[in-house]
């Protein structure tokens, strides 16, 4: 990406207000933009080829609570799946959170539902991701581990996400962790986060390992604990919808810096 790029990806991604409590769900106030400023890598004039610029990963970092306002990302008018309910969404992100590539963030959501096993993909739902200011079915988020514990509710965790209402809440310190032992790459974990509680907006609920060395369903609760199970990030599974039981484990939640 060019320096003028990055400068123009920066510019568009304005920051705006949510309004905390999880009860609200529409009516985002419109907060001013923070401008940021960047500069692309320098241009060093040679008779050789230079080689393009090795990047390093660029380190994701947050506080244990960030701003409780979020930045909505851009919004893109292209569909995702082929038929059924369409869904709008937006994603937005806490502000605090510091290191996330806004756009990387946004295609891997949108190929997470467009994916071959994903929830776009068998014709029951479609997607369109909105941006700032436009009306959403849901606002999936990415946010610090102590706003998720005000987001959803029910005490002290910081560990788990959840989807609460019209909010579709991703914790951090897992987009970043992912969790130990879970026996499958981070990718694998993301993919899963987002299948699971975008599955929840989705209407549906938790569901149980259906035996040992079996896939888990994707509304199992893998975070927690897998029973057996094998992870498994998709509610598709060669083409046909995946399913355990309905029902859920009472697994605790890690206590500890997990994030
Ligand atoms: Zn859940």
């Known amino acids: 990406m060019t320096g003028l790029a990055v400068a123009v990806v920066v510019a568009i991604c304005a920051l705006y207000q949510l309004p905390a409590s999880p ?20 241009v060093v004039p040679s008779e050789r080829p230079v080689p393009p610029p090795k990047r390093a990963p660029v380190r994701i970092t947050y506080p244990a609570q960030g701003t ?44 997470t539902y467009g994916a071959p096993q994903g929830w776009a993909s068998h014709g029951l739902w ?36 959840c989807r609460i209402g019209d909010r579709v809440v991703l914790n951090v310190a897992r987009w970043v962790h992912g969790v130990p032992n879970y026996g499958a790459p981070l990718t694998a ?7 699971h509680e975008t599955g929840h907006r989705l209407g549906r609920g938790h569901e149980l390992c259906p035996g040992p060395g079996r896939p888990a ?24 919808r995946y399913q355990g039981r309905l029902g859920q484990y009472n697994d605790a939640v890690p206590k500890g810096r997990g994030w």
């Open 68 to 111: 409780v306002s979020y930045g909505v990302l851009p919004g893109d008018p292209r569909i995702i799946g082929k038929g059924g309910r369409l869904m709008t969404f937006q994603i937005a992100i806490e502000g605090g959170i510091n290191g996330v590539d806004r756009n990387a963030l946004v295609q891997f959501v949108r190929a």
């Open 126 to 161: 479609r997607f369109r991701q909105v941006g700032p200011g436009q009306a959403a079915d849901f606002t999936l988020m990415l946010v610090t581990p102590a706003t998720r514990d005000i987001l959803c509710g029910g005490g002290y965790d910081r560990y788990t996400s």
């Open 217 to 240: 369903p994707v509304m199992q609760q893998q975070t927690l604990g897998l029973h057996g199970c094998t992870p498994y990030s998709w509610p598709y599974f060669n083409g046909i």
């Open 23 to 42: 009860l609200a769900r529409r009516g985002y106030a419109e907060r001013p933009a923070v401008q940021a400023t960047t500069s692309g890598p320098a």
């Open 189 to 195: 974990y993301r993919q899963y986060m987002i299948n």
